[in-house]
């Protein structure tokens, strides 16, 4: 990673196609992306501006907002403007729930690993890293 910031956040054409990998360094911060994961579920914010969350670097990417919607599941809307990359990344309750479950196993595990939060057949391929690319 280029700086101290516990997380790198950076998009990418993978194996799968476009790819944002967010990669965390710390499963302090891990436990603040479930908490905010959390506030989701409950209702206290209406959407998570991943890319603004605290200690994180951003590269080749503006912004990746993940917002809850009633009735829609796994939809990642890339919304592209001249030098800059916006994706909307929408989950209904029961998706934000499994994905706070794959947080915790990252924390629960004492080794690097990563989870997939969405997958290969959708737009955009989310990935959530633990010390991978230390």
């Known amino acids: 990673m280029k700086d101290n910031k ?8 993978g194996s799968y196609g476009p790819t944002i990998r967010i990669e965390a360094t710390t499963k302090e911060w891990l436990a603040y992306f479930k908490s905010e994961i959390i506030q989701l579920i ?3 914010v209406s959407k998570i501006e991943i890319t603004c969350l605290t200690d994180v670097t951003v ?17 990642v809307e890339k ?9 909307i990344w929408v989950q209904d309750i ?11 196993g990252l924390l629960a595990s004492d080794s690097p690993g990563h989870q997939y939060l969405t997958s290969e057949a959708d737009d955009v391929l989310i990935i959530l890293g633990y010390r991978e690319l230390l």
């Open 59 to 75: 590269e080749d990417i503006e912004s990746v907002t993940l917002i809850k919607k009633h009735g829609e599941k796994n939809v």
């Open 42 to 44: 409950e209702e206290k």
């Open 6 to 13: 516990k997380t790198l956040i950076a998009y990418y054409l």
């Open 94 to 104: 029961d998706e934000l729930t499994n994905i706070a479950g794959l947080v915790d």
């Open 79 to 87: 919304v592209s403007t001249i030098n800059e990359n916006h994706f």
